[in-house]
């Protein structure tokens, strides 16, 4: 994520844009699409090489899907790229369900899904095959889930994820182990 000295910024322009300035939304591309297009990066490089979406792409789509919105009542700078982490993990999906529809094999991830916090998973799932489990945590434990989402798909950190959910960083290190483990029983 930014830097703090961006924070302010970005909270700023979050109010500015809740409240209706549309130019607001896009100085804060301007200032968050660094940042973005990284997340999204990292993202691309799970998907299978020969997929046609581009990282800008996914980056406009969700920025877009974001101001076509109901308007959302901005926190900070930590909402903004929770809502900005769904918001690519739903481009994904719907660009790996065009792709499975179109042909077989589309979107495989080929790096592992978890992090150096533990045992490294390799899995060779699609991107729907996550997505699926994901609903399915979803309603068993929707803040693990949101975990995920906020760790996996946004690359945010344990400090940056907990301030998002408002929880403390041992909660979600708590949740996130446990949607490690159920994950991988569902997608084993």
């Known amino acids: 994520m930014p830097e703090d000295h961006d924070s302010h910024a970005v909270t700023v322009l979050l109010v500015r844009w809740r409240l209706g300035e549309q130019e607001a939304a896009s100085q804060l591309m301007q200032l968050v699409y660094g940042e973005l297009h990284r997340i999204a990066a990292r993202e691309m490089r799970r998907e299978h090489g020969e997929h046609t979406l581009q990282t800008t792409a996914v980056v406009h789509e969700?920025?877009?899907?974001?101001?076509?919105?109901?308007?959302?009542?901005?926190?900070?700078?930590?909402?903004?790229?929770?809502?900005?982490?769904?918001?690519?993990?739903?481009?994904?999906?719907?660009?790996?369900?065009?792709?499975?529809?179109?042909?077989?094999g589309g979107g495989v991830i080929k790096e592992p899904l978890w992090d150096s916090d533990g045992p490294a998973?390799?899995?060779?799932?699609?991107?729907l095959a996550v997505d699926q489990?994901?609903?399915?945590?979803?309603?068993?434990?929707?803040?693990?889930?949101?975990?995920?989402e906020l760790r996996y798909f946004g690359g945010l950190s344990d400090a940056e994820a907990a301030e998002a959910l408002e929880i403390s960083v041992a909660?979600?290190?708590?949740?996130?182990?446990?949607?490690?483990?159920?994950?991988?029983?569902?997608?084993?």
């Open 62 to 104: 969700a920025y877009l899907r974001m101001c076509r919105s109901e308007p959302i009542d901005w926190k900070d700078r930590a909402h903004f790229y929770a809502v900005a982490a769904q918001q690519l993990r739903r481009v994904l999906v719907d660009h790996a369900r065009r792709v499975q529809s179109e042909k077989r």
């Open 121 to 127: 998973i390799c899995v060779d799932e699609r991107v």
């Open 133 to 148: 489990a994901l609903d399915r945590l979803e309603a068993l434990d929707p803040r693990a889930a949101k975990v995920v």
């Open 171 to 188: 909660t979600l290190k708590r949740d996130w182990q446990f949607a490690k483990t159920w994950l991988t029983a569902q997608l084993g």
